[in-house]
C-alpha cells in the first residue's frame, strides 16, 4: 500500500530552526509537495521537489532523496506566525497526491 | 498565485437535507478539480476527482449517490450532500492542479467549507 510518514506534533521556541522530516512509500513518485495548514484554513503550497537535494526558499527549505524515500521541511528564524499544520504530500504514478496525516508545529516564545 | 475560490464558506443544515458546494478557478482553466474532506485532526482525505464533461471518479468508500459531482465547465465543479446527516460534518475543501510551466501540477486549494448538520 501507499504511506506518507510524519510526525504528529513538534514543539519549537520563537527564533530557533526546526525540522519536519517525512518517509513514504508510493507506487510511483512524481515528486513531494510541502503544504501549510493554518488551523480552519486551506492548505498553502510551500514547496516542491522532484530531484534529489536542497531546495530553499527564504527561511524554508525543502530536502528530497529518493533512494531513501525521505524528505524534510526546514524551517528557520522561527515566527509565532509558523504554528500551524505541515503537510507532506507525495504524486504517484497517476500523478495522485497522497497525503501524510501533517504535523502539528508549535512555536512557543 | 492561481486562486480558486468555494462557496459557500460555512453551512448548516438540518439532518435530511441537501448541500451544495461549489468550486470556481477564477484565473485559469481546471479539467480536473479534487474533492477532499478533512475531520477534525486528521489529514486530507480525497473524496472523488471531478472531470470536465465527464464522470467523477470516487475514491474507494465515498458514495457517488450521497456525493454528487458535476463539473459543468472548465471553471466550475459542484459538491452536492444529498440526504446530509450529522456525520458528514466536516472540512471540505476542493483544489485544482495547474501546470504553469509544465513542470508539474501544483494544486489550488479554494479556502475550505465548513459543513455542520444538525
Known amino acids: 500500500g501507499q504511506n506518507i510518514d510524519q510526525p504528529t506534533e513538534m514543539t519549537a521556541t520563537e527564533g530557533a530552526i526546526v525540522q519536519i522530516n517525512c518517509t513514504y512509500q508510493?507506487?510511483?513518485?512524481?515528486?513531494l509537495f510541502w503544504y501549510q495548514q493554518h488551523a480552519g484554513e486551506a492548505p498553502t503550497f510551500l514547496s516542491y521537489?522532484?530531484l534529489d537535494g536542497l531546495e530553499e526558499k527564504g527561511r524554508f527549505s525543502s530536502f528530497l532523496s529518493r533512494s531513501k524515500g525521505y524528505s524534510y521541511l526546514l524551517l528557520k528564524e522561527l515566527q509565532m506566525k509558523d504554528s500551524a499544520s505541515y503537510l507532506c504530500?507525495?504524486?504517484?504514478?497517476?500523478?495522485?497526491?497522497?497525503w501524510g496525516a501533517g504535523t502539528k508545529l508549535i512555536i512557543k516564545p | 498565485g492561481a486562486v480558486v475560490s468555494q462557496h459557500p464558506s460555512r453551512v448548516i443544515c438540518k439532518s435530511g437535507t441537501s448541500v451544495k458546494i461549489e468550486c470556481r478557478s477564477l484565473d485559469f482553466q481546471a479539467t480536473t478539480m479534487f474533492w477532499y474532506r478533512q475531520f477534525p485532526k486528521q489529514s486530507l482525505m480525497l473524496m472523488a476527482t471531478s472531470n470536465e464533461g465527464s464522470k467523477a471518479t470516487y475514491e474507494q468508500g465515498v458514495e457517488k449517490d450521497k456525493f454528487l459531482i458535476n463539473h459543468a465547465s472548465l471553471t466550475l465543479s459542484t459538491l452536492t450532500v444529498t440526504s446530509a446527516h450529522p456525520e458528514d460534518s466536516s472540512f471540505y475543501i476542493c483544489s485544482a492542479p495547474r501546470t504553469p510551466s509544465g513542470d508539474y501540477n501544483e494544486q489550488f486549494f479554494g479556502p475550505g467549507t465548513r459543513l455542520t448538520v444538525l
Open positions: 508510493t507506487s510511483g513518485f512524481n515528486g
Open positions: 521537489n522532484v
Open positions: 504530500a507525495v504524486s504517484d504514478s497517476n500523478y495522485q497526491l497522497i
